[in-house]
Every structure is written in C-alpha cells, then in structure tokens.
C-alpha cells in the first residue's frame, strides 16, 4: 500500500497525519457536491483516530500532481464476502477537487485500489454512486464497473437506529 505513479500527473500515496485536514476539507467539498452541505460531523480529531489511532480499520490515499500538491483522496475499508470467502474493499469516498478533474486523479486513486485489491486476493472493490451523478456514472462504466442491478442500499440511522437498537439492548 505504498507509492505509486499511475496516470498522467498522479502518485498515489498512503495518507499521513499531516493530510487529516486536507481530507476533511475534501469530505466537506464533497458533501456540498452531493448536496448535503450540513451533513458532515466528523472533525480532525475523528478522522486521525480512525485512520492513524490504535488498529485502525478505515484507510486513505492521497493523489497528488507532480508539484506535490493534494488533489484527491480515496477513503475505504475492508468488507467480506461470505459467497466468495474474502475480503474486498468498499470505497466510502472518492473525490478530486474541481480544478482537478479530468487530469487522472480519480482513475489512478481507483486503478490503486484495484491493485491493492488484486495483489491481497480480494474479490472485489466496490462504492455507491447517487443516481443523479451521471458524469461519475459514465466515468465508473468506462473503467469497466458495473452498478449492482436488483440491489438497494438500506440503511438504519438517527431515532430509527435508537430505537430498534434500544428494543434489543433492553432484552440484554
């Protein structure tokens, strides 16, 4: 999970604790582009725990061009397969600052995720996409991805995940 130079104007680096701010300015970037500009609760002391504390479990990588200038991150995780038997990874974030676009960041943030993937013996690297994003949806299908037909994404959260959470702490 090192360097690596992919792209045109990319190198693809592990992200250090020096990025923490970087990052949550892109997290907040990212939240106005899928308009949800509030959103966003995590802080600079949440991220360093999750990514640099003890056993971390989430994990980042920085593209930068060639002066060494952050332009995009990849933050992800890993998950499993029980039909497969291993481990893959889900990509929570992806983003590459505006100015950015179109220079390789995005491709070489996901081509280094796929190696990473590849040489660890994962089946699989996969993200969610809002259906209004077109301009990402085209770019993930030229890469070759595929949406997942027949499946919705569920989630439980706020007062729904308290209190279904809550009937059963109550049993315990």
Do not use: C
Not at 41 to 54: A, Q, Y
């Amino acid at each position: 999970m090192g360097f690596s130079k992919l792209g045109l104007m990319s190198v693809i680096r592990p992200a250090t604790p020096a990025d923490v701010p970087a990052i949550l300015r892109m997290i907040h970037e990212l939240a106005v582009y899928e308009k949800e500009p509030d959103a966003v609760k995590n802080t600079p002391e949440m991220l360093h725990s999750v990514l640099f504390g003890d056993n971390p479990r989430v994990y980042a990588n920085i593209s930068e061009n060639d002066a060494g200038e952050v332009r995009g991150f990849a933050l992800w995780f890993l998950n499993y397969s029980t039909w497969e038997g291993v481990h893959g990874i889900y990509l929570e974030d992806l983003y590459v600052t505006p100015e950015a676009r179109g220079e390789g960041h995005g491709k070489a943030l996901l081509q280094h995720l796929a190696a990473t993937a590849v040489e660890n013996g994962y089946a699989r690297v996969e993200w969610s996409v809002l259906d209004w994003n077109e301009p990402s949806i085209a770019f993930y299908r030229s890469l070759g991805a595929v949406p997942m037909a027949e499946w919705s994404t569920f989630r439980l959260t706020g007062d729904a995940l308290a209190a279904f959470g809550e009937k059963s702490l109550a049993r315990g």
